[in-house]
């Protein structure tokens, strides 16, 4: 499910786009090290450029029109959970045992994790944020992808910021080297404010996934009902980098995290 590209996002993402393609085209017609190549090779930089560009892009479309996760009905019992052994199968405390929360909004039965977007006016499963630069949600369904969309941003803005820097040339006057390099300037700025927030996010991003748990939840943990009966230092669906990590990126469908939960509140007691 997707949503409509003239949504209430709309402008936001003009805005990308037209950021994207000006400092685009400033660095590929300025005179930078993206054409330093000699022979046959002269342009399979700059096309290489674009292409990242374009899958940069492309990526930003996708994670800020996809469905992140939105809860259609009553929360019911049919996931694709993670792998789980005999005892966890046979284990006396099911999905069931755990109270879920009507939303107070949609009227909704919630799983697990799942949290009511004010700005979407949707539930969202295993809810991160409301991002506002995709004017999406990042849920269960797109975190995967936002996170992708992440590194592949971060490695075109590393790459632009080679190119910007290579293209600077020394001048007789001050004023002189402005005028030649003004906009050059503005987008190596730009460029370098996105690489300072991007790395930033990529880096907070991969470190919450590792520990399996959501910017909500780590932002509002003493908030939160499922986890306000744990200490500040323990999370119930942490079960290692490794697997963590794994589950992230290579489990398919919706997750009953309500086992999961359960799982853990028995190996505790």
């Known amino acids: ?24 085209l400033v660095l590929l017609l300025h005179d930078t090290n993206l054409y330093s190549q000699e022979g046959v090779r002269i342009h399979l ?45 046979t284990s006396p405390m099911t999905p069931d045992a755990v109270r879920m929360r009507r939303c107070g909004y949609c009227l909704l039965k919630q799983p697990m994790r799942a949290r009511h977007c004010k700005s979407c006016q949707r539930c969202v499963r295993r809810y991160d944020h409301h991002c506002p630069w995709i004017e999406n949600c990042v849920g269960e369904k797109n975190h995967r992808v936002f996170f992708l969309y992440l590194a592949l941003q971060l490695f075109v803005l590393l790459w632009a910021v080679r190119i910007a820097w290579s293209g600077f040339h020394s001048a007789d006057a001050w004023s002189h080297w402005l005028r030649t390099n003004l906009f050059l300037l503005l987008a190596f700025i730009v460029i370098g404010i996105f690489t300072v927030v991007v790395s930033l996010l990529l880096g907070s991003h991969l470190y919450l996934i590792s520990s399996n748990v959501t910017t909500w939840e780590f932002m509002s943990h003493h908030r939160i009902s499922y986890l306000k009966q744990c200490d500040s230092d323990t999370n119930p669906f942490d079960r290692g980098i490794i697997r963590n990590l794994w589950g992230f990126f290579c489990t398919c469908g919706s997750v009953a995290w309500e086992r999961v939960y359960s799982r853990d509140t028995i190996s505790v007691v």
């Not at 990242?52 to 939105?70: E, H, I, K, Q, W």
Request: with cysteine; charged share 15%.
């Open 1 to 24: 499910m997707f949503h409509s590209v003239w949504g209430s996002g709309c402008g936001i993402r003009t805005v990308h786009t037209l950021l994207t393609c000006g400092v685009s």
């Open 45 to 89: 930089q700059p096309l290489l450029f674009v292409l990242m560009v374009t899958c940069s892009t492309a990526l930003y479309y996708r994670v800020s029109l996809m469905d992140p996760g939105y809860v259609l009905t009553d929360c019911e019992e049919k996931y694709s959970s993670f792998p789980v052994n005999e005892e966890q199968e």
